[in-house]
């Protein structure tokens, strides 16, 4: 029996009564201007957040992991379809991958790198991987994996074996795209292909590199073809390609990041790109569109509160950490 819009209705509910509790614009700003780590904790523990006060960045990064890790299963168990929280699981099965394959070849234990936001367990994994016992596996990621340890066996260079498992992650969403034929879902993962994109072509010219790296960086399946970007002449004709779509913003600060300019502006615009994007679902009542936007959510807000948090400890100026905040969904 297929999934309806309207198997959705119980979920919806739950995730949209959430949000409201979420940290907003306005909560991140006033936790940056906390006068010290301690009150800044306890603003982040009324968005539903552990109390962090007396740990370090080591202990706010094993809370926060713990947190999304917790959020994801229970999603899952609630959700109709387990595909649209596979979305974002995904992306921890291939970090994972890239953390003990680099392990392996300096002879140094991953375990503290690895998330148990996957879909598989991180210490299985690593086990799986070292051995090379990967036919449990999805063929795509067990073949990504082998893939990545040769080029990394080859040439000696991590951004390499980098490049194999980001090509494949993101073959992987728009395969799963491509199958839930969801068109805000298959929106999202091309805005996401895009984003990546810009920031590589633009990443390239600031530093000078050759074509084929470029070429190995590109990911296929956004809404301007690799092709293009490969043929373009210089950064504004690149930026051209985005000046109408979500990334319009960051498109026009791509000639001034490539010209030695601070990245910082440049790619903050790049991921609140894909924030406004989502936003455009928050008006539907129900439906798989709630699930990715909530998720979506959740990881920018932990990405926020891991940097308020962490820059509070080290007492970072209230200025950096805000130029260096995203948007908020909430």
């Known amino acids: 029996m297929s999934v309806t819009k309207e198997d959705y209705l119980c979920l919806s509910a739950i995730l949209r009564a959430r949000e409201p509790k979420m940290l907003s614009d306005d909560r991140a700003e006033r936790m940056v ?14 968005c539903g957040y552990p109390d962090f006060t007396g740990m370090n960045a ?32 995904i992306r921890y099965d291939y970090h994972n991958a890239k953390a003990i394959i680099k392990a392996a070849a300096m002879d140094t234990d991953p375990a503290h790198l690895l998330s148990s936001s996957g879909r598989f367990p991180p210490d299985k994994l690593l086990e799986d991987i070292n051995e090379e016992k990967l036919s449990y ?38 395969q799963l795209a491509g199958k839930k034929d969801n068109a805000f879902f298959t929106g999202y993962v091309k805005v996401l292909i895009d984003a990546a994109n810009l920031k590589s072509a633009v990443r390239t010219l600031r530093m000078g590199k050759s074509a084929l790296f470029l070429e190995n960086a590109l990911i296929p399946g956004g809404s301007c073809d690799v092709s293009r970007i490969l043929a373009a002449k210089d950064a504004d004709e690149v930026a ?7 990334l319009s913003a960051a498109a026009a600060l791509a000639s001034e990041a490539v010209s030695g300019n601070a990245m910082t502006a440049f790619e903050k615009a790049c991921d609140n790109a894909v924030n406004e994007y989502l936003k455009k679902a928050k008006f539907v009542s129900y439906g798989p569109e709630t699930v990715v ?7 920018n807000e932990i990405t926020a ?12 100026d ?7 905040l995203r948007d908020m969904y909430a």
Not at 33 to 46: D, H, K, N
Not at 76 to 88: A, G, N
Not at 154 to 173: C, M, T
Not at 318 to 324: F, P, Q
């Open 240 to 246: 051209s390609f985005f000046a109408q779509g979500p």
């Open 293 to 299: 936007t909530y998720l979506a959510a959740v990881e």
């Open 137 to 174: 596996y999805p063929p795509v990621f067990g073949a990504a994996v082998m893939e990545a340890k040769s080029e990394l066996a080859k040439s000696g260079n991590p951004q390499v074996s980098d490049f194999v498992l980001d090509r494949v992650y993101f073959a992987e969403l728009t």
């Open 58 to 89: 080591a202990g706010i990064d094993r809370a926060l992991s713990e947190h999304r890790a917790g959020i994801f299963s229970e999603t899952e168990r609630l959700s109709p379809e387990t595909e649209y929280v596979d979305v974002f699981r």
């Open 33 to 46: 201007e906390a006068e010290g780590f301690e009150e800044a904790a306890r603003l982040l523990s009324e």
């Open 305 to 316: 509160a891991r940097m308020i948090m962490t820059g509070k400890l080290s007492k970072i």
């Open 318 to 324: 209230a200025g950096v950490i805000k130029e260096r």
